[in-house]
């Protein structure tokens, strides 16, 4: 019988996958959410993300650079200040996080940090 279970189960899409490492790490998805009103300088992204290092925000924003969602822009200044913007790829992202809010808004709790259902 768990052989049968074995081939009836998929192997997972390899686009999830990729959109899940990414993705599913802490703090990603507030970036970009942020990064999706306008571009925003590297301490008004930290303000507005409660709870974020300026070591993990400067990491999350290098990797969001690497997979080409993220473009870093030196403002020469003075004083010398850096801004953060989303690439078209990275502005394509918005109606799947959309979707996602609303999901979220449907299906969990606010308090729902151990990924509990909590549905309406």
Do not use: N
Not at 44 to 63: F, Y
Not at 80 to 98: D, F, I, Q, S
């Amino acid at each position: 019988m768990a052989d049968q279970g074995e081939r009836a189960c998929r192997r997972v899409d390899g686009g999830i996958s990729r959109v899940f490492a990414l993705f599913g790490k802490r703090w990603t998805g507030q970036i970009v959410s942020v990064l999706l009103q306008r571009p925003v300088h590297f301490a008004e992204l930290r303000r507005a993300i409660p709870g974020i290092s300026e070591r993990m925000l400067s990491d999350r924003l290098t990797e969001l650079g690497a997979a080409g969602l993220v473009i870093r822009e030196v403002d020469e200044g003075p004083p010398l200040r850096v801004a953060y913007r989303l690439t078209e790829a990275g502005a394509a992202m918005e109606p799947a996080l959309k979707e996602l809010g609303r999901w979220a808004d449907t299906y969990l709790t606010r308090d729902d940090a151990a990924g509990s259902r909590g549905g309406r």
